[in-house]
Nanobody
Framework: QVQLVESGGGLVQPGGSLRLSCAAS????????MGWYRQAPGKQRELVATITSGGSTNYADYVKGRFTISRANAKNTVYLQMNSLKPEDPAVYYC?????????????????WGQGTQVTVSS
């Protein structure tokens, strides 16, 4: 019913930039906090950045000053602008969103995840 679809991953050289996008679709009443997480091979999934519906942002220390999260509420889309990419940034990047839907007469807020997009940093 609700899908999150990421795009924009790929291969970039150290110091380069990428912009990830994640669009939510389906029977959406409202979207609360949206975020980006990443998971490198052999490691746990970790927070990259989040943004509330009002635009307040939160970043992991290791991306502060390099990555910028933003959202277009009218498009149900969240973005992650990644600059100055480092060799330690490669991972599968996942977006998530807390989304309010209606199932019959019930309103339900639930966290949804995208399928992930690969980011590779290599010279």
């Amino acid at each position: 019913q609700v899908q999150l679809v990421e795009s924009g991953g790929g291969l970039v050289q150290p110091g380069g930039s990428l912009r990830l996008s994640c669009a939510a679709s389906g029977s959406i009443l409202s979207i609360y906090t949206m975020g980006w997480y990443r998971q490198a091979p052999g490691k746990q999934r970790e927070l990259v950045a989040t943004i509330t519906s009002g635009g307040s942002t939160n970043y992991a220390d290791y991306v502060k000053g390099r990555f910028t999260i933003s959202r277009a509420n009218a498009k149900n889309t969240v973005y992650l602008q990644m600059n100055s990419l480092k060799p330690e940034d490669p991972a599968v990047y996942y977006c998530n969103a807390e989304i309010l839907t209606r199932v019959d007469v019930l309103f339900q807020a639930k966290t949804y995840w995208g399928q992930g997009t690969q980011v590779t940093v290599s010279s």
